[in-house]
């Protein structure tokens, strides 16, 4: 992930955007199932201006399932269907075109009634950097991966893909920028490595993902650290550094003297907390505070 985020570069990716969304039926806007709302851009609906919209929570496999759940019913709640998936595996990559043809039957029954063939329903993927637009997109176009060229009315340099003959698909996605101004949405997005983390001190965000986890799954950091006490109070540091350090010796991130590394450990909690190691994690919950 190589963009950093100007004023000028987010002018011209939402001029790219405006451009694609002229030829399009119905935007699949990828999400990243730990961090829903972190992972969303902050001016998305004035951006895709009411276009029919289903909503990926992607990389689920990492994501807690419940917690998941919980996101799919807020997003309904706002009358946007959402629809937890792997790109990676490809789990629950065949939903996503009978989602999109139900987003568009009102349009395909009223050319069928005026006795027009409908076309394939065309679709584009907008979404942050690294939430796996391009992973869904290759696991989308499989083997039936067909580039049909320049169509008529079709942007220079802009390919379909078509998904079965059904749906076409536009070769590059959206890219959309972050909501990066919040302290805790950068914290979540550098825990779960969608912007760089040199960024951020890995310390401090190794320390938010352990308060969280704390938080939200305890008997989890128990079982697989051997940490005994949890502390109560969340907004206890040192107890929290304890609890680093902790893992840190479970870890052997050891330096001379027998003091725990506490850069190393850091980094240990979060490789291992994107690797899925310590479980599926959601970092974001529809309550959390804003
Ligand atoms: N665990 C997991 N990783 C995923 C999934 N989808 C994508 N990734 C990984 O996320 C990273 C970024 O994906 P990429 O498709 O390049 O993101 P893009 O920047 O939006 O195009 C890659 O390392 C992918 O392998 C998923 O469903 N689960
Ligand atoms: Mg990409």
Redesign the pocket.
């Given at each position: 992930?190589t963009i950093q985020w100007f004023p000028g570069h987010m002018t011209k990716a939402r001029r790219q955007i405006e451009e694609k969304l002229k030829l399009i039926d119905v935007v699949i806007e990828?999400l990243d199932a730990r961090i829903p709302l972190s992972s969303r851009n902050p001016m998305v609906d004035e951006i895709l201006k009411g276009k029919p919209r289903l909503v990926l929570l992607?990389?689920?496999?990492?994501a807690d399932p419940q917690v998941t759940a919980d996101w799919v019913k807020y997003f309904a709640d706002q009358g946007l269907p959402a629809l937890p998936?792997?790109?990676?595996?490809g789990?629950h990559v065949k939903e996503i075109l009978p989602r999109v043809k139900q987003l568009w039957a009102h349009k395909i029954e009223r050319q069928l009634s005026k006795g027009i063939n409908p076309r394939a329903v065309r679709a584009l993927i907008v979404?942050?950097?690294?939430?796996?637009?391009?992973?869904?997109?290759?696991q989308l176009a499989g083997k039936k991966i067909a580039a049909t060229g320049d169509k008529p009315g079709v942007t220079k340099g802009q390919q379909w893909i078509k998904v079965g003959t059904e749906m076409d698909l536009l070769d590059t996605?959206g890219?959309l920028w972050p909501k990066f101004e919040d302290q805790m949405v950068g914290m979540r997005l550098a825990a779960t490595?969608a912007i760089k983390e040199e960024l951020l001190h890995l310390d401090e965000i190794a320390l938010f993902v352990v308060k969280y986890m704390v938080q939200n799954y305890g008997a989890g950091i128990q079982e697989r650290f051997g940490v005994q006490d949890l502390p109560e109070d969340l907004d206890d540091i040192q107890e929290m550094v304890k609890v680093m350090e902790a893992i840190g010796r479970k870890r052997g991130a050891i330096v001379s003297g027998g003091k725990v590394d506490l850069d190393k450990a850091s980094l240990i909690i979060i490789r291992e907390l994107r690797a899925?190691k310590m479980g599926r994690i959601s970092l974001e919950r529809p309550l959390d505070k804003r």
């Open positions: 992930m990828l992607n990389k689920n496999d990492l998936i792997d790109a990676a595996t789990t979404g942050i950097p690294n939430v796996g637009k391009s992973t869904l997109i290759n996605p890219i490595g899925g």
